[in-house]
C-alpha cells in the first residue's frame, strides 16, 4: 500500500462511468461486482500496489432508486467480492445527496457532492506523508475533472471524445477507459517532477 520512499501514490477512481458503463442498470441499482466493466477489473489489478479509493455521487439514494442501508450492504459486498479476486480498495466513498432529490432528507446543498473536494481531503489528511503523489480518473468534467482542479491534483478524463485539455491545469490527457490510462498512472505516480502533490 505504501511505496517506497515513505512516498504515498494514489489512485482516486469515480464509479459510473469509470468502472462501470453508464447502462440504466449500473446507475439505478446499488454497486454490484458485475457492474464492473471486465477490462476495469483488469486496470485494478494492474494498480494494485497504489492506494485505492472511489469516489461516487450515488444519487440513487436521492432519487429513491435504492435506500441507503441499501447501498452500504452493496458496498460492504462489492469490496469483499473485489477482494476475493485480489482488487483491495481502502474506501468506497459516496454523496448520496442531490439537489433535486425526490427523497427529502437528500435534497440538500451537502459538503460531499462532487466537485466537492471533500472525500479527497479526507482521504488524503489519512495519510500522513511528506509526499503524496495522486491522480483521479472521472468521466465527468463537471464533476471530476473539475474536483481535481480544486483539490490541485492530476486527473485524466475517460472519454472517447477529444477534449481541449490545456482549459484545466491539473488534467493530464483523456484516455477511452480506465484499463487504456494505467501506463499513463504509472508514469504519473512513479515519474520525477511531474508529480503536483
Ligand atoms: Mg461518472
Ligand atoms: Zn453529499
Same mark, same amino acid.
Given at each position: 500500500m505504501i511505496g517506497k520512499d515513505s512516498e504515498h501514490r494514489i489512485v482516486f477512481v469515480d464509479y459510473h462511468g469509470v468502472l462501470t458503463d453508464l447502462a440504466a442498470e449500473c446507475v439505478t441499482n446499488p454497486p454490484h461486482v458485475?457492474?464492473?466493466r471486465p477490462?476495469?477489473? #483488469?486496470?485494478?489489478? @494492474? =494498480?494494485?500496489?497504489?492506494c485505492l479509493y472511489v469516489i461516487s455521487n450515488q444519487a440513487g439514494v436521492a432519487f429513491g432508486d435504492y435506500t441507503r442501508s441499501e447501498l452500504d450492504a452493496s458496498i460492504s459486498k462489492l469490496l469483499a467480492d473485489l477482494r476475493g479476486l485480489a482488487i483491495y480498495i481502502n474506501a468506497f466513498?459516496?454523496?448520496p445527496h442531490h439537489p433535486l432529490?425526490?427523497?427529502?432528507?437528500?435534497?440538500?446543498?451537502?459538503?460531499?457532492r462532487k466537485p466537492s473536494t471533500f472525500f479527497i481531503r479526507e482521504?488524503?489528511?489519512s495519510h500522513r506523508s511528506s509526499t #503524496?503523489?495522486?491522480? @483521479? =480518473?472521472?468521466?465527468?468534467?463537471?464533476?471530476?475533472?473539475?474536483?481535481?482542479?480544486?483539490?490541485?491534483i492530476n486527473s485524466i478524463l475517460i472519454t472517447d471524445k477529444?477534449?481541449?485539455?490545456?482549459?484545466?491545469?491539473?488534467?493530464?490527457?483523456?484516455?477511452?477507459?480506465?484499463?487504456?490510462?494505467?501506463?499513463?498512472?504509472?508514469r504519473l505516480l512513479n515519474g520525477e517532477g511531474i508529480s503536483r502533490r
Open positions: 458485475s457492474h464492473i477490462d476495469s477489473l #483488469v486496470a485494478l489489478r @494492474l =494498480l494494485s500496489g497504489y466513498f459516496y454523496c432529490a425526490k427523497v427529502s432528507m437528500y435534497r440538500t446543498p451537502c459538503k460531499c482521504a488524503l489528511a #503524496v503523489k495522486s491522480v @483521479l =480518473l472521472g468521466d465527468s468534467v463537471e464533476t471530476d475533472i473539475e474536483c481535481a482542479e480544486v483539490a490541485g477529444k477534449l481541449n485539455t490545456a482549459k484545466f491545469a491539473n488534467l493530464v490527457s483523456t484516455s477511452p477507459s480506465l484499463l487504456s490510462a494505467v501506463p499513463t498512472i504509472h
